[in-house]
């Protein structure tokens, strides 16, 4: 789940109705709705930090978890890898499907798609590759949500978390004034077992985005890439 909201001014409703608002933002109601206001939300390429970080390990299988539009599924299993794409939205999933056959029969073969709410998901296997890619959480949310995201992870195998580094908040791109659903790659790294994984990178990897007003600013990813210890 990736936001994509300009900050809002001051606001004079209850907390209650903050509440409400901030909880349906992980609902499928939300996302279906979301997904359906346009054609395509995303721009159909995979992740940048997913190219750089999983690029040279060797393809087996793999989680995307969160997987939107299907543009990082695909890119994996264009690649060789055997890939479940998770999301909450059915309409979101069903654009993912469309594309992946377009990509061609050896593609859309290689992957497959769920629909799951990550917030009450548990996985059923382990995988060679777990990539969550912006899933903005809670703080309890958060939490519970990595370490589902850990324990679907084989021995040997590696995690991949990105998410909006805190800073960004300080910038002028588009993100919700809800400082509780950021985290750092260091804050990431410090919920796993130091004796069960091997943390490769943990970092705010900087990059050029385009703010509303059509300036360029930099921004940072939270970037965390570990491999569970076999």
């Known amino acids: 789940m990736t936001f994509d909201a300009r900050p809002a001014g001051p606001r004079h409703h209850d907390h209650s109705r903050a509440a409400e608002d901030v909880a349906r933002m992980f609902t499928q109601e939300f996302w279906d709705e979301r997904y359906g206001s346009a054609p395509a939300l995303w721009s159909g390429r995979p992740n940048q930090r997913l190219v750089e970080q999983v690029a040279d390990l060797a393809p087996g299988t793999a989680l995307d978890v969160g997987c939107g539009e299907g543009a990082d599924a695909i890119w994996l299993a264009a690649r060789g890898w055997r890939v479940t794409g998770l999301d909450v939205s059915a309409v979101a999933l069903a654009r993912a499907a469309e594309r992946a056959a377009e990509a061609g029969p050896e593609v859309a073969e290689r992957v497959r798609w769920e629909r799951v709410d990550v917030l009450s998901w548990s996985p059923r296997s382990q995988v060679d590759l777990v990539s969550a890619q912006f899933l903005q959480l809670p703080p309890d949310e ?32 588009r993100r919700p004034p809800l400082p509780e659903l950021f985290v750092t790659a260091t804050e990431m790294a410090g919920r796993l077992d130091p004796e069960s994984w091997e943390v490769v990178v943990a970092t705010a990897a900087e990059r050029t985005a385009v703010d509303p007003e059509g300036r360029s600013v930099a921004i940072r990813d939270a970037v965390l890439k570990a491999v569970r210890r076999g």
């Open 142 to 173: 958060s939490v519970r949500v990595q370490q589902q995201l850990a324990a679907a992870v084989r021995p040997g195998g590696t995690l991949l978390i990105v998410g909006h580094d805190p800073s960004d908040l300080e910038t002028t791109v």
